[in-house]
């Protein structure tokens, strides 16, 4: 067997994504066949201090405290860019124009126009691109299409999705680079998870009407005073599909209670299905095909015949984690630099997802309707 190719990652950002995609690769070299040795080549973090010790704990062979210094590096075949969203097209752009493959957690940017040249750039250089959007890789999302595609539950009429949690409910809570009012707010950091999975599930959507609401009006700006908040707390918008279903969509970041809900449920002329990330290893389908007296929500558990569950454990129930579902991700990603198939959610993905988000945020301003361009 010929020896594989190794390639060279290069990560900036060391702090929870940053670890989090780091886990992914340790995993995805050893659950998968991928097409490359994998190595963690160098990591770049906000000093030199921090990027040192990130590389001690994370494995990197080398660290710099200037993230320039992984573009310029010939030997680093992958940026990967964990950093805060608003840096993410300068370093993208670098990237590519280094001939590098870019692989870029959510959102891809903060603005559609910049994740549009980010895109544009990427597919002129011919380089692979990839966008965090880890939660469509679980294999119950995956039967879940395929549940409806296959028409098992007939053709679907209405959809509902949220995506909550609880991180930004304290008002004590400092502003962040998330708060940015050049495209921060709940439904760019956390609906766009909801709106990659309804989009997945049911194909485009068609047309919006957004109602976003800023609930926290100023957050500690770190220096003793106070910043004001013009982002989205929560966001929402009723959707409309271009497949003929209708639906809602709720972003909330100040879901008291709430650390990781990211649910669906989908009704159709014949069945209906019931998803919670809470629990996602799981996936209640409901047949009106049942007979009387035998009707109701039965769970289907995760499992070998879920690919790719079964590289992970070979006994069902056992459940995957949130790291797996970055591997499985990362895994594709190698598959499309390899050319073995397509990039799984490239940029052009990515600001698709982008678009939808600005769409949302403009119709709440107009307070109607508007189509997606």
Known sequence: ???????????????????????????????????????????????????????????????????????????????DITAPNALHREMALAAIAAGKHVYCEKPLAPLAADALAMAEAAEK???????????????????????????????????????AEDYMRDPAGPFTFRHDPAGGGAMADIGSHALATAEY?????????????????????????????????????????????????????????????????????????????ERFNELHLYSSDDPPGRQGFRRIEAGPQHVPYGRFCVAPGHQLGFNDLKAIEIAGYMDAIAGLGPEPFNFRAGLRIQQLVETIHASSRARSWLDIG
């Not at 990197?60 to 320039?68: C, I, K, M, Q, Y």
């Not at 939660?135 to 119950?140: A, G, Q």
């Not at 106070?226 to 972003?251: I, K, M, N, Y």
Request: aromatic share 10%; glycine share 12%.
């Open 125 to 163: 250089a011919g380089v692979r691109t990839q966008v965090g959007f880890n939660y469509l890789c679980n294999p119950m999302l995956k039967l879940a299409r395929e549940i409806i595609a296959s028409g098992e539950i007939g053709a679907v009429r209405t959809y509902r999705g949220v995506h």
């Open 201 to 277: 599930l049911l194909g485009p959507v068609s047309a919006v009407m957004g109602d976003c609401v800023t609930v926290i009006a100023e957050r500690p700006d770190g220096r003793g005073g106070t910043r004001p908040v013009a982002v989205d707390d929560v966001g929402r918008a009723f959707l409309r599909f271009a497949g003929g279903a209708s639906g809602s969509l709720e972003a909330n970041w100040i879901a008291t209670g709430r650390k990781m809900q990211h649910d669906f449920e989908i009704y159709g002329e014949k069945g209906a299905l019931v998803f919670s990330q």
């Open 1 to 79: 067997m010929p020896e594989k190719k190794q390639l060279n990652i290069g990560l900036i950002g060391t702090g929870f994504m940053g670890k989090t995609h780091t886990f992914g690769f340790a995993s995805a070299a050893k659950v998968f066949d991928l097409p490359f040795c994998l190595c963690l080549h160098t990591v770049a973090d906000v000093s030199d201090e921090a990027a040192a010790q990130a590389a001690a704990a994370f494995g990197f062979r080398h660290w710099s405290g200037d993230w320039r210094t992984l573009i310029a590096d010939p030997d680093i075949d992958v940026i």
